[in-house]
């Protein structure tokens, strides 16, 4: 019985000699770098370890609008008996600021950065009276309480050391990511090239939306959410359906697109009269296997021999099953994790544990995937059916339920493994 690690470490070890040849990229970092092509942002991998050019915070500076002052002048102050202080001159964020001359207390906004002599921050909440002085009002200020030495203030190099490593290889670049990036200064980050991969979604039952069918043929799904599936792992996606039962169409397809990383191809793999992937491939060396799953049983892998640049190269192939949902959950079980990996990323699901809503059957010789929800209540509640065709209940669906081999009923509140798949 072949298994879904099984399957899925096979999948990852075909992929993994990208990893070498794949290369890397250098992407600006900055907002109109980022707003003018968003899309070359999206998903992408650290390639090299990325070392700080600087401090965060660069210099010490205020939490809080309000003073600066030493801790040690109000160390008497009660609300018997105040500590009154002659007011400095003001600093706010971008000021020059600085020296803070013992027993005053001086006027700081949050950012400035902390004169050097001062120790503390007080809220201005917390001072008498509560308000700033203008330059013609009060000259002193109250303060009825003590304050800790360190208070509200956000010391150089509490979030980021110059020298350290930022972020590490491999780390998936967003919003938080960039933007830590961008406040160290630095203008731009190597990451890994994305892998380019051929779709191709096979069937002469096929065809695209927008034109008229003929009796027995149905719109294709699975370029369009495969292509969405392989965007969001990073992927650059070059999609040729072909819509042929012919070995030698499907092959002139892939020969059509030699400069690409990886083939995947949808459909033509189980056990029919005609099967183009089977048919094209199997004689080139792709092996074709069931895996204990349920939806995505029949699948296939290999490498196939391709002339680019007038030389010959192996590339890899991964053949996916022609069921909508099939297709997708082969995907987020072998295909996404393998992926990330080959990028040096960790595979995104986490597996997650919580109890059934319901009761259900399972077949016992497959480990199946169930589509559903995470309740609010923590409960896994399932939607539609087991059957590979219903695309729609998976695109209601936020968890994929994993049903272990051997298991044939599952009791209400029996607890299951899940996957996210809403992110
Ligand atoms: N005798 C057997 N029949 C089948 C077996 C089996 O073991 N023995 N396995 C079943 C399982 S499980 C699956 S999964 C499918 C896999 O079939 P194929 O990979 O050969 O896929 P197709 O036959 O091409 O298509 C299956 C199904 O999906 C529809 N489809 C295909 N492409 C698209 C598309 N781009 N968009 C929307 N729908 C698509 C297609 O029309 C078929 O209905 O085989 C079972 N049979
Ligand atoms: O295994 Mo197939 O993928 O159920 O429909």
Redesign the pocket.
């Known amino acids: 019985m072949r298994t879904i690690d099984d399957h899925r470490a096979e999948i990852t070890a075909l992929l993994a000699p990208l990893r070498g040849s794949l290369g890397s990229e250098w992407l600006p970092v900055s907002g109109e770098s980022l707003s003018a092509d968003p899309a070359r942002y999206l998903r992408r991998v650290l390639a090299r370890d990325l070392v700080s050019p600087s401090s965060l915070p660069a210099f010490d500076n205020s939490q809080m609008d309000g003073f600066a002052v030493r801790a040690a002048d109000l160390a008497t102050a009660t609300a018997h008996s105040p500590v009154s202080l002659p007011v400095a001159p003001r600093v706010a964020a971008g000021d020059v600021f600085g020296s803070h001359a013992a027993g005053t207390a001086t006027p700081i906004m949050t950012g400035a950065g902390l004169p050097e002599g001062a120790d503390a921050v007080v809220q201005i909440e917390k001072a008498v009276p509560p308000v700033f002085p203008t330059a013609s009002g009060d000259t002193h200020v109250s303060f009825v309480e003590p304050v800790a030495a360190g208070t509200f203030v956000r010391s150089a190099g509490s979030d980021v050391r110059e020298g350290e490593v930022l972020l590490a290889a491999g780390a998936v670049l967003g919003p938080a990511q960039f933007g830590v990036v961008a406040g160290t200064g630095a203008v731009r980050v190597e990451v890994r090239r994305r892998i380019r991969v051929l779709l191709v979604?096979?069937?002469h039952?096929?065809r695209d939306a927008g034109t008229a069918l003929a009796p027995g043929q149905?719109f294709?799904?699975?370029?369009v959410s495969l292509t969405a599936a392989l965007l969001g792992a990073g992927c650059e996606v070059v999609a040729r359906p072909c819509r042929s039962d012919d070995a030698d169409d499907l092959l002139d397809v892939i020969r059509d697109e030699p400069d690409v990383d990886l083939v995947v191809t949808?459909?033509?793999?189980?056990?029919?009269a005609r099967?183009v992937v089977r048919d094209a491939l199997g004689p080139l060396g792709v092996k074709f296997m069931k895996v204990a799953m349920q939806?995505g049983?029949?699948q296939g892998f290999g490498r196939i021999e391709v002339a680019v640049e007038g030389a010959a190269a192996a590339l890899p192939v991964v053949c996916l099953?022609?069921?909508?949902v099939?297709a997708l959950v082969s995907f987020e079980a072998f295909l996404r994790p393998a992926l990330l990996r080959t990028l040096g990323a960790e595979p995104l699901r986490e597996t997650r544990r919580a109890p059934s809503a319901e009761a259900f059957a399972s077949p016992p010789n497959h480990h199946q995937l169930r589509r559903g929800v995470l309740e609010p209540d923590g409960r896994l509640r399932l939607r539609g059916g087991p059957s590979?065709?219903l695309l729609h209940s998976y695109a209601e669906s936020t968890v994929l339920v994993h049903v272990p081999v051997g298991t044939t009923r599952v009791a209400e509140g029996d607890e299951l493994d899940f996957w996210r798949i809403d992110g």
Request: aromatic share 0%; no cysteine; net charge negative.
């Open positions: 979604s096979t069937g039952e096929i149905i294709d799904a699975n370029t949808v459909g033509g793999v189980s056990a029919g099967e939806p049983g029949p099953p022609g069921n909508p099939s590979s065709h």
